[in-house]
């Protein structure tokens, strides 16, 4: 089953920060967080683990609650370059498979 | 280091024709993934792979077959097209289950 993703859309001005929530109905041992820029394929930026720490890179970063299992993904000052769709996957355990959400678009604007 | 590849870019079929996709990865990963992405639908798992000679099934796996013979190639096949597989299609490839995919450049499929 699909995760679930929002809100679905989200416009913002350069500068400004937003929070990308992903939502499963089953118990997670990982999410993976990518984002998809018009026209080109998804690009990685970042997994959570089961009992790992909340990860970031530069502005963006996201926290895993197992037992809420959720995850968000939080994007600070953002630039134009966040622009694109974000997309949650998510992992059972045993799995060797991912499930991806049906996505966030994010505008960001001058 | 090419990544992943994917071969052809666009393909328009009849109803009822057959097609292979192919991908094609350099990293020597283990584990390959044939998505489909469809508006408002997000990423569709349709088969996947854990290893040469493996394969699995997905979310959306009627109407599609897969092969891997080779660790560096994973094949998607349609036997008789129809509209409803009119979509973007892409290959993706990881090291482990709990590693980065990496993403091919897609290919889109229209059938008439």
């Known amino acids: 089953q699909q995760p679930v993703q929002s809100p679905q859309a989200v416009i913002l001005r350069e500068g400004e920060d937003a929070v990308i929530n992903c939502s499963s109905s089953?118990?997670?041992?990982?999410v993976h967080w990518y984002r998809q820029k018009h026209g080109e394929a998804p690009v990685f930026l970042m997994i959570?683990?089961?009992?790992?720490e909340q990860k970031g890179h530069d502005k963006i970063s996201a926290s895993f609650n197992e037992k809420k299992q959720q995850s968000s993904l939080y994007l600070t000052a953002s630039q134009l370059s966040y622009s694109g769709t974000y997309f949650c996957?998510?992992?059972?355990?045993?799995?060797?498979?991912?499930?991806f959400g049906t996505g966030t678009l994010l505008a960001v604007q001058p | 280091n090419a990544g992943v590849t994917q071969t052809p870019k666009f393909r328009v079929l009849k109803t009822g024709q057959s097609m292979t996709l192919l991908c094609a990865q350099d990293?020597?990963?283990?584990?390959m993934y044939w998505y489909r992405q469809d508006p408002g639908m997000g990423l569709r798992l349709i088969h996947y792979?854990?290893?040469?000679?493996?394969?699995a099934k997905g979310e959306v796996p009627d109407g599609y077959n897969v092969s891997r013979l080779k660790k560096q190639n994973f094949l998607l096949g349609l036997e008789s097209a129809a509209p409803s597989q009119t979509s973007v299609y892409f290959c993706?490839?990881?090291?482990?289950?709990?590693?980065?995919?990496?993403f091919g450049p897609g290919t889109r499929l229209t059938v008439l």
């Open positions: 990293m020597n990963h283990e584990y």
């Open positions: 959570l683990l089961k009992g790992g």
């Open positions: 996957g998510t992992d059972g355990g045993a799995t060797n498979k991912l499930i």
């Open positions: 792979s854990v290893g040469e000679g493996t394969t």
């Open positions: 089953k118990a997670l041992y990982s």
């Open positions: 993706a490839s990881s090291y482990s289950m709990v590693g980065e995919q990496f």
